[in-house]
């Protein structure tokens, strides 16, 4: 019974999920799209009764598999705020769609109940089963716009990508369980460094690392993103862009500071030299890009570039800089995506007439793209800046103890410095790119207001008082005993 309480708020997001489709028998097909407030009323409610729940401390159900601490609600919340978002973006959206508009919301749930299983995953047994959870959901979800050949194409490229990180990451498993005998992380940690380095397991461990490397976009597991985010509708690229990368970036952080704990500063120079390569790859390869979705997914190359560098320091500082970090990347993707679903611009792959004058159409949207591209490129008062800032605190906090620690900084600035150059690029298309008068002012309905509200807020709020949000993740990492 004590481990159907602790997933409680997982098994509330799968209720509400089928709730959505059981609502879909009896409304109208005209309605159907406003199911998606239905179901982003029911993430708020479970959001807001992550809050409510007592806790006591770090506890564990399921023989060890599942832990629920600070640390796992921390990245909980996230994801259901990024969910919440994601649904209201989904109802302006939803005409989009031939059909199935309901079952784009339950399976957007879905995805959400293994993102948050994914958090407490403390056992190899449910890192996989969680992240194939989130992965088959968005094989449907990526290829959801059936009448499209690019969204068909992308969810072809998403499920072959995946089918393979999945194999690796089933290959590892299989040789760590045969060289340790356990498959939790707990009990991983305590075992003697005779086996901990021993040849067979850290192969297990790489092609592990191999796996979630896919779904956090790292170099050189990030040939999947660009296609994909291209292709797939708009409210799908949000949710991967946050919720997928999230995902992969808790389960690797548990991994790194629970069960590899003993030897983790043997990974540091590893996990490094592929931030620096993803950082110099997302960033150069995002300067000629005219594609805004691309731009997109090469921007979170970078960002999962700059979050892995974080990860790399194996400090309590260091885990604190990545969620801060994280908290901060969502709330500017969700500013960029929310403003493509409204901005609509049909027949038109580069996107230009998107952003082109956005600011005769729509002021409040053209400030809020400028205010998450701002956040992004990482310029003060924005969140991303003190993102960032806390980045480069846990790499020089470390001094010579960091790998590689002037190359790792140089090529963080430098990634930083290019990153200005593309996403005020966007600011620059916005404002000062021509536009024809003929394009109608884009109308926002009162719910994506409020979103569009929440996103400018908690922009202007993180950067300028990050303080809250700081102590939160700093709690969250204490929880890990750290």
Partial sequence: MKGLELIGLEIAVIAAGIAILLLDLWTAKEDKRR???AAALLVGV??????AMLFEGRQEAFHGMYVLDEFALFFKRFFLIAALLVLLISVEFADRFESGVAEYYAIT?????????????????LLFVSIELVAVCFYVLVSFQRQRDRSLEAGVKYLITGALSGGFLVYGIALIYGTAGTLNFRELASLGPEVLESRLLLLGLLFVFVGLGFKIAVVPFQIWVPDVYQG????????????????????LARL??????????????????????TILYGGLCAIPQRNFRRLMGYSSIVNAGFILLALAAGTADGLAATLFYLAAYLYGVMGAFVVLCLARCPGQEDETCVLAGLHHRSPLLAATLTLAMVSLAGIPPAAGFFGKFQVFKAVIGQGAAFPYPAWALGVAVFGAVVSLYFYLNVVRTVFWSSTSESVAPIRISHATRWAVYLVIFAILWL??????????????VH????
């Fill in 232 to 251: 797939a509708p708009v409210p799908t690229t949000a949710f991967l862009a946050a919720g997928s990368k999230g995902a992969g970036v808790v389960l």
């Fill in 46 to 51: 479970i959001f807001l009764a992550s809050f």
């Fill in 109 to 125: 749930l879905f995805a959400l109940a293994g993102m948050m299983f994914a958090a407490s995953a403390n056992d190899f047994t």
């Fill in 35 to 37: 199911l998606g407030y």
């Fill in 463 to 476: 950067g300028i008082l990050p303080g809250a949000i700081l102590n939160l993740a700093e709690y969250a």
């Fill in 256 to 277: 790194l500071y629970t069960g590899l704990r003993p030897i983790a500063d043997r990974w540091g120079p590893v996990l490094v030299m592929l931030a620096m390569l």
């Fill in 479 to 482: 929880s890990m005993g750290l």
